[in-house]
């Protein structure tokens, strides 16, 4: 079983950047697409961006297309996202999560597809 480490997180200002991590580890992470999730203080959780780990296709939530990126380091089991033009409604506790199964490009943003999920790391956006 993997298990997922991020790290990263902490308090930006406005118009800033961050830079979060998440490692896998306990195997070779060999399973189909990794995700970044947030939720905010009393909202739903949401997908920010997702990446196909083979392909490395990613894949954005609007609300942060632009501004955020995705990617994956192979050989160190580890994917980022890189997070610029910080704004207050970006403040939330951030997960990330890796899907084992296939997913079809109509869910591949939907929670409930992936299996193993991080411990979050907040982040805070000042403003």
């Known amino acids: 079983q993997v298990q997922l480490v991020e790290s990263g997180g902490g308090l930006a200002q406005a118009g800033g950047s961050l830079r979060l991590s998440c490692a896998a580890s306990?195997?070779?992470?060999?399973?189909?697409?990794m995700g970044w999730f947030r939720q905010a203080p009393g909202k739903g959780r949401e997908c920010v961006g997702t990446?196909?780990?083979?392909?490395?296709?990613?894949y954005y939530a609007d609300s942060v297309k632009g501004r955020f990126t995705i990617s994956r380091d192979n050989a160190k089991n580890t994917v980022y996202l890189q997070m610029s033009s910080l704004k207050p409604e970006d403040t939330a506790v951030y997960y990330c999560?890796?899907?084992?199964?296939?997913?079809?490009?109509?869910?591949?943003?939907?929670?409930?597809?992936?299996?193993?999920w991080g411990q979050g790391t907040q982040v805070t956006v000042s403003p």
């Open positions: 999560a890796a899907a084992n199964g296939i997913i079809t490009m109509s869910s591949i943003m939907m929670e409930n597809k992936y299996d193993v």
């Open positions: 306990g195997r070779t992470f060999s399973g189909y697409a």
């Open positions: 990446i196909k780990w083979n392909s490395g296709s990613t």
